[in-house]
Protein backbone atom coordinates (compact mmCIF):
# COMPACT_ATOMS: atom_id res chain seq x y z
CA UNK A 1 0.00 0.00 0.00
CA UNK A 2 1.55 3.53 -0.49
CA UNK A 3 1.53 6.16 1.37
CA UNK A 4 -1.13 7.84 -0.21
CA UNK A 5 -3.65 5.34 0.27
CA UNK A 6 -3.52 5.84 3.71
CA UNK A 7 -5.45 8.97 3.76
CA UNK A 8 -8.77 9.71 5.16
CA UNK A 9 -11.02 12.68 4.42
CA UNK A 10 -13.03 12.81 7.61
CA UNK A 11 -16.43 15.19 8.43
CA UNK A 12 -16.14 14.46 12.38
CA UNK A 13 -15.40 12.12 15.45
CA UNK A 14 -17.37 12.36 18.55
CA UNK A 15 -18.92 9.90 20.99
CA UNK A 16 -22.69 9.34 21.40
CA UNK A 17 -25.14 6.51 21.04
CA UNK A 18 -26.30 4.67 18.53
CA UNK A 19 -29.53 5.90 17.59
CA UNK A 20 -30.68 3.19 14.62
CA UNK A 21 -31.01 -0.36 14.26
CA UNK A 22 -30.69 -3.00 16.10
CA UNK A 23 -28.46 -1.38 17.67
CA UNK A 24 -30.08 1.06 19.22
CA UNK A 25 -28.66 2.73 22.76
CA UNK A 26 -25.04 1.69 23.00
CA UNK A 27 -22.51 3.80 23.12
CA UNK A 28 -19.64 4.10 20.00
CA UNK A 29 -17.57 6.22 18.76
CA UNK A 30 -18.47 7.90 15.39
CA UNK A 31 -16.26 8.43 13.15
CA UNK A 32 -17.88 9.66 10.16
CA UNK A 33 -16.14 9.84 6.77
CA UNK A 34 -16.85 12.66 4.34
CA UNK A 35 -18.13 12.07 0.22
CA UNK A 36 -20.66 9.78 -1.17
CA UNK A 37 -22.37 7.80 -4.05
CA UNK A 38 -26.13 8.62 -3.83
CA UNK A 39 -27.61 11.49 -2.93
CA UNK A 40 -30.86 10.16 -0.89
CA UNK A 41 -33.97 12.60 -0.68
CA UNK A 42 -34.06 11.70 3.29
CA UNK A 43 -30.47 12.12 3.56
CA UNK A 44 -29.97 13.53 7.24
CA UNK A 45 -26.20 14.93 7.27
CA UNK A 46 -25.68 16.43 3.82
CA UNK A 47 -22.61 18.35 4.81
CA UNK A 48 -20.62 15.00 5.23
CA UNK A 49 -21.16 14.58 1.39
CA UNK A 50 -18.36 17.35 0.60
CA UNK A 51 -14.72 16.89 1.52
CA UNK A 52 -13.58 19.81 4.06
CA UNK A 53 -10.43 20.97 4.76
CA UNK A 54 -10.84 20.17 8.75
CA UNK A 55 -12.62 16.92 10.78
CA UNK A 56 -14.38 18.14 13.53
CA UNK A 57 -13.41 16.69 16.61
CA UNK A 58 -15.50 16.67 20.16
CA UNK A 59 -15.87 14.60 23.44
CA UNK A 60 -18.18 13.75 26.07
CA UNK A 61 -17.45 17.32 27.69
CA UNK A 62 -17.07 19.39 24.07
CA UNK A 63 -15.73 20.52 20.75
CA UNK A 64 -12.00 19.62 20.79
CA UNK A 65 -9.09 21.15 18.04
CA UNK A 66 -10.16 19.54 14.81
CA UNK A 67 -7.81 17.53 12.62
CA UNK A 68 -6.32 18.35 9.68
CA UNK A 69 -8.11 16.60 6.23
CA UNK A 70 -6.64 14.41 4.68
CA UNK A 71 -5.23 12.52 7.84
CA UNK A 72 -3.18 9.39 7.78
CA UNK A 73 -4.55 6.03 8.86
CA UNK A 74 -2.02 5.62 12.04
CA UNK A 75 -2.59 9.71 13.16
CA UNK A 76 -6.88 8.96 13.06
CA UNK A 77 -5.84 6.13 15.24
CA UNK A 78 -4.33 7.94 18.02
CA UNK A 79 -7.37 10.02 18.05
CA UNK A 80 -9.60 7.45 18.33
CA UNK A 81 -7.80 6.19 21.30
CA UNK A 82 -8.17 9.56 22.65
CA UNK A 83 -11.56 9.39 22.57
CA UNK A 84 -12.41 5.58 23.30
CA UNK A 85 -13.56 4.06 26.57
CA UNK A 86 -13.69 1.03 27.97
CA UNK A 87 -17.38 0.72 28.13
CA UNK A 88 -18.52 1.28 24.46
CA UNK A 89 -19.89 -1.40 22.24
CA UNK A 90 -17.71 -0.56 18.65
CA UNK A 91 -16.83 2.22 16.49
CA UNK A 92 -19.24 3.38 13.67
CA UNK A 93 -17.97 4.19 10.85
CA UNK A 94 -20.54 6.04 9.08
CA UNK A 95 -20.85 9.30 6.49
CA UNK A 96 -21.72 9.97 3.31
CA UNK A 97 -21.05 6.35 2.51
CA UNK A 98 -17.60 5.07 4.15
CA UNK A 99 -16.83 2.26 1.70
CA UNK A 100 -15.79 4.82 -0.80
CA UNK A 101 -12.70 5.17 1.23
CA UNK A 102 -12.50 1.12 1.46
CA UNK A 103 -8.37 1.80 0.41
CA UNK A 104 -7.63 4.03 3.57
CA UNK A 105 -9.75 2.15 5.65
CA UNK A 106 -8.08 -1.27 5.13
CA UNK A 107 -4.85 0.57 6.91
CA UNK A 108 -7.17 2.42 9.71
CA UNK A 109 -9.17 -0.77 10.74
CA UNK A 110 -6.50 -3.12 11.89
CA UNK A 111 -5.22 -0.30 13.78
CA UNK A 112 -8.69 -0.06 15.70
CA UNK A 113 -8.88 -3.52 16.34
CA UNK A 114 -5.45 -4.02 17.65
CA UNK A 115 -6.45 -1.64 20.25
CA UNK A 116 -9.33 -3.20 21.50
CA UNK A 117 -12.14 -1.76 19.26
CA UNK A 118 -14.83 -3.89 17.48
CA UNK A 119 -15.92 -2.26 13.98
CA UNK A 120 -19.89 -1.33 13.25
CA UNK A 121 -19.49 -0.10 9.60
CA UNK A 122 -23.22 2.03 8.18
CA UNK A 123 -23.23 1.59 4.66
CA UNK A 124 -25.69 1.94 2.07
CA UNK A 125 -25.17 -1.46 0.76
CA UNK A 126 -23.96 -0.49 -2.88
CA UNK A 127 -20.27 -0.84 -3.14
CA UNK A 128 -20.07 -4.74 -2.62
CA UNK A 129 -16.33 -5.03 -4.31
CA UNK A 130 -15.51 -2.95 -1.52
CA UNK A 131 -16.96 -4.01 1.62
CA UNK A 132 -15.18 -7.52 0.48
CA UNK A 133 -11.49 -5.90 0.71
CA UNK A 134 -12.69 -4.88 4.43
CA UNK A 135 -14.17 -8.31 6.01
CA UNK A 136 -11.49 -9.60 7.83
CA UNK A 137 -11.51 -6.53 10.08
CA UNK A 138 -15.46 -6.00 10.06
CA UNK A 139 -17.58 -6.83 13.33
CA UNK A 140 -21.00 -5.40 12.54
CA UNK A 141 -22.15 -4.59 9.17
CA UNK A 142 -25.65 -2.07 9.41
CA UNK A 143 -26.34 -1.99 5.56
CA UNK A 144 -29.14 0.11 4.27
CA UNK A 145 -31.68 -0.84 1.68
CA UNK A 146 -32.46 1.91 -0.76
CA UNK A 147 -36.11 2.21 -1.98
CA UNK A 148 -35.92 3.48 -5.38
CA UNK A 149 -38.73 6.52 -4.46
CA UNK A 150 -36.30 7.98 -2.20
CA UNK A 151 -33.34 7.66 -4.58
CA UNK A 152 -34.46 9.80 -7.41
CA UNK A 153 -36.15 7.10 -9.19
CA UNK A 154 -32.91 4.72 -9.42
CA UNK A 155 -32.79 0.84 -8.48
CA UNK A 156 -30.38 -0.35 -6.20
CA UNK A 157 -31.60 -3.77 -6.11
CA UNK A 158 -28.87 -5.53 -7.71
CA UNK A 159 -25.69 -4.03 -6.37
CA UNK A 160 -28.28 -4.54 -3.04
CA UNK A 161 -28.33 -8.65 -3.96
CA UNK A 162 -24.52 -8.65 -4.53
CA UNK A 163 -23.16 -6.89 -0.84
CA UNK A 164 -25.37 -9.25 0.42
CA UNK A 165 -23.67 -12.04 -0.72
CA UNK A 166 -20.82 -10.69 0.07
CA UNK A 167 -21.32 -9.41 3.60
CA UNK A 168 -23.10 -12.33 4.95
CA UNK A 169 -19.97 -13.61 6.58
CA UNK A 170 -20.63 -10.95 9.38
CA UNK A 171 -22.77 -9.74 12.14
CA UNK A 172 -25.57 -8.29 9.91
CA UNK A 173 -28.84 -6.46 9.61
CA UNK A 174 -30.94 -4.26 7.64
CA UNK A 175 -32.20 -0.88 7.39
CA UNK A 176 -35.05 0.83 5.36
CA UNK A 177 -36.15 4.38 5.59
CA UNK A 178 -39.98 4.51 4.66
CA UNK A 179 -42.48 7.21 5.50
CA UNK A 180 -46.55 7.80 4.73
CA UNK A 181 -45.51 8.10 0.87
CA UNK A 182 -43.88 4.95 0.85
CA UNK A 183 -45.70 1.93 -1.03
CA UNK A 184 -46.02 -2.03 0.47
CA UNK A 185 -46.06 -2.67 -3.54
CA UNK A 186 -42.44 -0.85 -3.54
CA UNK A 187 -41.62 -2.44 -0.43
CA UNK A 188 -42.67 -6.08 -1.96
CA UNK A 189 -41.04 -6.00 -5.27
CA UNK A 190 -37.34 -4.84 -3.64
CA UNK A 191 -37.59 -7.06 -0.80
CA UNK A 192 -38.42 -10.24 -3.07
CA UNK A 193 -35.77 -9.38 -5.43
CA UNK A 194 -33.22 -10.30 -2.44
CA UNK A 195 -34.86 -13.53 -2.32
CA UNK A 196 -33.28 -15.96 0.20
CA UNK A 197 -29.98 -13.98 0.87
CA UNK A 198 -31.99 -12.37 3.40
CA UNK A 199 -34.51 -14.80 4.82
CA UNK A 200 -32.73 -15.37 8.42
CA UNK A 201 -32.09 -11.14 8.64
CA UNK A 202 -33.61 -8.46 10.75
CA UNK A 203 -35.01 -5.88 8.91
CA UNK A 204 -35.47 -2.43 10.21
CA UNK A 205 -38.18 -0.29 9.18
CA UNK A 206 -37.00 3.08 9.67
CA UNK A 207 -39.19 5.90 9.20
CA UNK A 208 -37.75 9.62 7.48
CA UNK A 209 -37.05 12.29 10.04
CA UNK A 210 -39.00 15.36 9.86
CA UNK A 211 -38.81 18.72 11.09
CA UNK A 212 -42.44 17.38 13.36
CA UNK A 213 -40.73 14.15 14.10
CA UNK A 214 -41.21 10.82 12.42
CA UNK A 215 -43.11 10.98 9.10
CA UNK A 216 -45.08 7.59 9.37
CA UNK A 217 -48.62 6.53 11.02
CA UNK A 218 -48.67 3.81 12.87
CA UNK A 219 -51.38 2.59 10.48
CA UNK A 220 -49.25 2.88 7.67
CA UNK A 221 -46.30 1.39 9.31
CA UNK A 222 -48.73 -1.91 9.81
CA UNK A 223 -49.01 -1.68 6.10
CA UNK A 224 -45.23 -1.22 4.99
CA UNK A 225 -44.14 -4.70 7.82
CA UNK A 226 -46.76 -6.71 6.77
CA UNK A 227 -45.02 -6.42 2.98
CA UNK A 228 -41.67 -7.03 4.29
CA UNK A 229 -42.49 -9.60 6.77
CA UNK A 230 -42.41 -12.71 4.31
CA UNK A 231 -38.75 -11.66 3.08
CA UNK A 232 -37.45 -11.53 6.69
CA UNK A 233 -36.56 -13.65 9.99
CA UNK A 234 -37.76 -10.16 11.74
CA UNK A 235 -38.97 -6.57 11.10
CA UNK A 236 -38.91 -3.75 13.22
CA UNK A 237 -40.09 -0.37 12.74
CA UNK A 238 -38.63 1.97 14.76
CA UNK A 239 -37.92 5.79 14.40
CA UNK A 240 -34.52 7.28 15.23
CA UNK A 241 -34.59 7.73 18.54
CA UNK A 242 -30.73 10.13 18.42
CA UNK A 243 -33.13 12.51 16.50
CA UNK A 244 -36.38 12.22 19.05
CA UNK A 245 -33.29 13.02 22.24
CA UNK A 246 -31.62 15.50 20.26
CA UNK A 247 -28.15 14.37 20.15
CA UNK A 248 -25.92 13.36 17.63
Known amino acids: MKD ?98 AEALSALLPLLRERGMPVYLETNGTLYGAVEKLLPWLDFIAMDIKLPSFSGGVDHGDEHLLFLRAARAKELFLKMVVDDTTMPEEISRLCRRLGGEAADLTLVLQPAWRDVGAGLKPRHAWDLMLAAAPFFAAVRVMPQAHKAWGIR
Open 4 to 101: DDSLLYVHELFPSFQGEGAYCGVPQLFIRLSGCNLACSYCDTPQARERTGTAWVSDWEGERPGIENPVRASELAEVAVTLWKAEMHSVSLTGGEPLLQ
